[in-house]
């Protein structure tokens, strides 16, 4: 066990070029927890791995992420959403329970700021059913190689199931941070599209409004049902737009329809 657990954490480092990783404890039963800092090197000794598998099977969840807004973790994926997965190139796909799945991607570009990483997460979450909660740029995944301790997922033989490492490799994503796009291969070279990080972070507020806007609309939701979603979920939005919140969501809406049809 203690070489199927070195072997499934030196394959999630490997997907990765991040210099330092944050892994979290957590106890659910204690409701103990605490954070640690690794670098790759670190965290790949057997002694780092010993540590946390003695953690483990104490009770503790192992969780980590690697540090930088270009990786992004999508939570709690059905079976039925692999497919739709696949096509955007993830470099991690984990089984954290029975047919309960994890995924990490790396974006193609680094966005300039936590808000504008956030619309990434958020999209990409919408686009595949993940868990909206968890659709942060900080937000920590199960490391593989250990045991997922939640109560509900205790085996009949009073054992708790292993988290899985079911793929790896070392790969950009095909998502653009355009909302949900995915590259195709006439599509123009990344580095000369138009990003996010250009623009004002004054602005984040509507720029994730259209990332959402775009994300919802790869889902398939009519723009009566986008408009709908962005009135109830963006942050003040009646406040910041006022008298103009009707002709506001118009036009974000109908962007976000121009920017897809211009790279797909």
Not at 35 to 56: F, G, H, I
Not at 58 to 63: L, M, P, T
Not at 89 to 109: D, G, H, M, R, V
Not at 110 to 115: E, M
Request: hydrophobic share 35%.
């Amino acid at each position: 066990m203690s070489n199927l657990t070195q072997t499934a954490i030196e394959r999630y480092l490997s997907v990765f070029d991040a210099a330092s990783y944050k892994v979290q404890l957590k106890n659910r039963l204690t409701d103990e927890g605490f954070w640690v800092d690794y670098t790759p090197d670190q965290l790949a000794k057997s002694e780092t791995v010993r540590y946390l598998r003695d953690k483990n099977s104490k009770g503790f969840d192992i969780y980590a992420r690697p540090i930088g807004y270009q990786y992004v973790l999508l939570d709690d994926l059905s079976f039925d959403s692999l497919s739709e997965l696949a096509r955007l190139k993830p470099c991690l796909l984990i089984e954290t329970s029975p047919t309960n799945y994890q995924a990490w991607l790396i974006l193609p570009t680094i966005p300039a700021n936590r808000d504008i990483a956030k619309v990434s997460c958020q999209t990409l979450a919408i686009q595949l059913g993940a868990d909206l909660a968890s659709a942060e740029p900080d937000h920590v995944g199960r490391l593989p190689g250990f045991t997922n301790r939640k109560e509900k997922y205790r085996l009949q033989s009073g054992l708790f199931p292993f988290v899985r490492l079911c793929r790896a490799a070392n790969r950009l994503s095909t998502f653009y941070p355009c909302g949900g796009a995915v590259l195709n291969k006439n599509t123009t070279a990344i580095n000369s599209m138009p990003l996010y990080q250009h623009s004002p972070s004054k602005n984040s507020s509507s720029e994730q409004d259209f990332g959402v806007a775009c994300g919802l609309i790869r889902a398939g939701k009519t723009d009566i049902e986008i408009s709908q979603h962005l009135e109830r979920t963006s942050p003040d939005l009646a406040v910041r737009k006022g008298k103009y919140l009707e002709s506001y969501l118009q036009r974000t809406i109908a962007n976000a329809h121009k920017a897809i049809q211009s790279i797909i």
